[in-house]
């Protein structure tokens, strides 16, 4: 359902835009976002955004770092991440949930999960 890409290995400072393509139509009303987990820690609410009318919400820690945006007629979510920390290193993963607004995505389940794409970032 949910195909997320645009991971890599970069060094501190440097960027990457992530991506999570939806096979299908995503509803109005919905919740798109990212997640991550690192190594030997539980997964932690990252950014989401409301799908129709676009307004975004992050965690403290990628606050004026990392951007998300969507793409109504891609079906497609992404997340500009600049200005990396090793900290950020972690799987990342897309996430969608329906009728739900974007500061509650981070305390619900979301209904489908993308498969995770890991970001490696080195000091």
């Known amino acids: 359902q949910l195909q997320a890409s645009g991971g890599g290995w970069v060094q501190a400072g440097d960027s990457l835009r992530l991506s999570c393509a939806a096979a299908?139509?995503?509803?109005?009303?919905?919740?798109m976002g990212w997640f991550r987990q690192a190594p030997g820690k539980e997964r932690e609410f990252v950014s989401a955004i409301a799908w129709t009318f676009g307004s975004t919400y992050y965690a403290e820690s990628v606050k004026g770092r990392f951007t998300i945006s969507r793409d109504i007629a891609k079906n497609t979510v992404y997340l500009q991440m600049n200005s990396l920390k090793p900290e950020d290193t972690a799987v990342y993963y897309c996430?969608?949930?329906?009728?739900?607004?974007?500061?509650?995505?981070?305390?619900?389940?979301?209904?489908?999960w993308g498969q995770g794409t890991q970001v490696t970032v080195s000091s």
């Open positions: 299908g139509r995503i509803l109005s009303g919905s919740a």
């Open positions: 996430a969608v949930r329906g009728f739900t607004h974007p500061q509650a995505l981070g305390t619900m389940d979301p209904d489908y």
